[in-house]
C-alpha cells in the first residue's frame, strides 16, 4: 500500500474520491450502491482512487441493519446548478459517515403542485426526513397541507427564517449588503444588480440587503440598476446586455448567484469592456465557476457543502432521537465571507464618467 492510501479510512470522504477519479460525488455513490448506469471505466477510475486513497464506506456497511430506518430524501430541480453540486457532495458526505440512505428526486416545476407529488413519491420510496433546499423548502413551509406529512423536514440556505420548519443558511440580508458595502468603499455608485427568482425568498431578502447598503452611504436607488434574473448563466446573459446597454452604464455589478456574475463576465468580454477597470463585477456562492473564469469573481462565500452536511446531520439526529416535545423550528447560521478576487477595484475615472 502507498503512502498516499495510509491515510485513514475514516478521514477519507466521498468528495474526496470524487475528485481523484475526476467525477461527481453522485458518480462514486452510484458505483458504491452497484448501479449498471456507471460506464465500465469510470467505474474503474472510482474503484482505483478508492484504493488509493484507502477510502472504506464502514458507515454504510454498519448501519445495513438499520438503513432502512434512515432514508433521508432530497428535492432538486436544476441538475446543471453548482449549488446543487454542492449540496450533494454536502448530503452525500454527512449520509455515508452517519449510515442513512440518500433519496434523491427531481421535481418538474417550482409549484406547489409539483412539490407535493415529488414530496409524495419520495415518502413512498421509504424517504422517512427530507431535505430542502430553496425553493422548496419555502413552499412547503407556507403550506400546511406540505407539511403535514409527519417526518422531520430540514430547509437548508433558506432565504429568510422560515415558520414552520428548522433549516442551516447565512445571513442573507447582512451578506448582500456587506458586498454591496464593499464595492461602495472602493468608490462605485452606478451599482447595478441582478435578481434571482421571485419565488426564491433569498432574492427579496438580498435586494433588501442592498438597499440598506445604498440608504447607509446615502446613495439613491436607481430603478434602472435592477434587472430580473433565475439564478442560471442564460438569464444572466439577458440581464447583462440590458445592463450594459444602457445610456449610463453602472460601474459595478452585483449578480445574485457566480452562474449569472459567470454570464455578466463573458458579455463584458465580448463587448471589450476590461474588468475590472472598467467594469467591477461581484457574485454571491463561492461555488467552483468563481476560479474557473478570468478574472476571478469577488464573490460571498456561502459554505454549501458545510450547511448541506450539517443540514442532513440534524435530520439524521432527529431520526435517531425524535424530541420529546415533537421539536423546535430552529435555524442554525453558519457564517458567510466576502472574497476579493481579480474582478472588483475601485473604478477608473473614464469609467465613472461615462
Known amino acids: 500500500m502507498s503512502q498516499r492510501s495510509r491515510r485513514s479510512s475514516s478521514a477519507v470522504t466521498i468528495s474526496d474520491v470524487a475528485a481523484r477519479a475526476g467525477v461527481s460525488a453522485m458518480t462514486v455513490s452510484n458505483v458504491l450502491g452497484g448501479r449498471k448506469k456507471v460506464l465500465e471505466a469510470t467505474r474503474d477510475a472510482v474503484h482505483k482512487a478508492i484504493e488509493e486513497l484507502g477510502y472504506t464506506p464502514n458507515a454504510a456497511a454498519r448501519a445495513l441493519a438499520s438503513a432502512s430506518q434512515l432514508r433521508v430524501g432530497l428535492i432538486y430541480r436544476n441538475p446543471q446548478s453548482a449549488f446543487l453540486s454542492a449540496v450533494l457532495v454536502g448530503a452525500l458526505n454527512?449520509?455515508?459517515?452517519?449510515?442513512?440512505?440518500?433519496?434523491?428526486?427531481?421535481?418538474?416545476?417550482?409549484?406547489?403542485?409539483?412539490?407535493?407529488?415529488?414530496?409524495?413519491?419520495?415518502?413512498?420510496?421509504?424517504?422517512?426526513?427530507?431535505?430542502?433546499?430553496?425553493?422548496?423548502?419555502?413552499?412547503?413551509?407556507?403550506?400546511?397541507?406540505?407539511?403535514?406529512?409527519?417526518?422531520?423536514?430540514?430547509?437548508?440556505?433558506?432565504?429568510?427564517?422560515?415558520t414552520n420548519m428548522p433549516g442551516v443558511r447565512v445571513d442573507d440580508f447582512e451578506a448582500a449588503q456587506a458586498m454591496t458595502l464593499r464595492?461602495?468603499?472602493?468608490?462605485?455608485?452606478?451599482?447595478?444588480?441582478?435578481?434571482?427568482?421571485?419565488?426564491?425568498?433569498?432574492?427579496?431578502?438580498?435586494?433588501?440587503?442592498?438597499?440598506?447598503?445604498?440608504?447607509?452611504?446615502?446613495i439613491g436607488e436607481d430603478a434602472a440598476l435592477i434587472a430580473k434574473g433565475d439564478f442560471t448563466y442564460d438569464s444572466g446573459l439577458v440581464a447583462a446586455q440590458r445592463l450594459l446597454d444602457l445610456p449610463q452604464r453602472p460601474t459595478a455589478i452585483f449578480a445574485f448567484n457566480d452562474d449569472i456574475a459567470a454570464a455578466v463576465v463573458s458579455e463584458a468580454h465580448r463587448r471589450g469592456i476590461v474588468i475590472p477597470d472598467?467594469?467591477?463585477?461581484?457574485?454571491?456562492?463561492?461555488?467552483?465557476?468563481?476560479?474557473?473564469?478570468?478574472?476571478p469573481l469577488t464573490t460571498v462565500r456561502q459554505p454549501i457543502v458545510e450547511i448541506s452536511e450539517l443540514a442532513t446531520q440534524r435530520l439524521v439526529a432527529a431520526l435517531r432521537?425524535?424530541?420529546?416535545?415533537?421539536?423546535?423550528?430552529?435555524?442554525?447560521?453558519?457564517?458567510?465571507?466576502?472574497?476579493?478576487?481579480?474582478?472588483?477595484?475601485?473604478?477608473?475615472?473614464?469609467?465613472a464618467m461615462e
Request: proline share 9%.
Open 321 to 351: 432521537q425524535p424530541p420529546e416535545d415533537g421539536g423546535t423550528v430552529a435555524t442554525v447560521h453558519i457564517p458567510f465571507a466576502i472574497v476579493e478576487r481579480e474582478s472588483t477595484s475601485p473604478p477608473s475615472p473614464a469609467a
Open 94 to 162: 454527512a449520509s455515508t459517515r452517519l449510515g442513512a440512505q440518500l433519496l434523491i428526486r427531481s421535481c418538474e416545476a417550482e409549484t406547489a403542485e409539483s412539490t407535493a407529488t415529488t414530496l409524495q413519491g419520495l415518502i413512498r420510496s421509504g424517504a422517512n426526513a427530507l431535505l430542502l433546499p430553496p425553493p422548496f423548502c419555502e413552499i412547503i413551509d407556507r403550506s400546511p397541507e406540505l407539511q403535514a406529512t409527519g417526518i422531520p423536514m430540514m430547509a437548508l440556505s433558506s432565504g429568510r427564517e422560515l
Open 183 to 218: 464595492l461602495i468603499e472602493l468608490g462605485h455608485r452606478r451599482i447595478a444588480l441582478i435578481e434571482g427568482p421571485i419565488q426564491h425568498y433569498a432574492s427579496a431578502t438580498r435586494l433588501a440587503g442592498y438597499r440598506s447598503a445604498l440608504q447607509l452611504a446615502g
Open 278 to 295: 472598467q467594469l467591477s463585477i461581484a457574485g454571491f456562492d463561492d461555488t467552483p465557476i468563481a476560479v474557473k473564469i478570468w478574472p
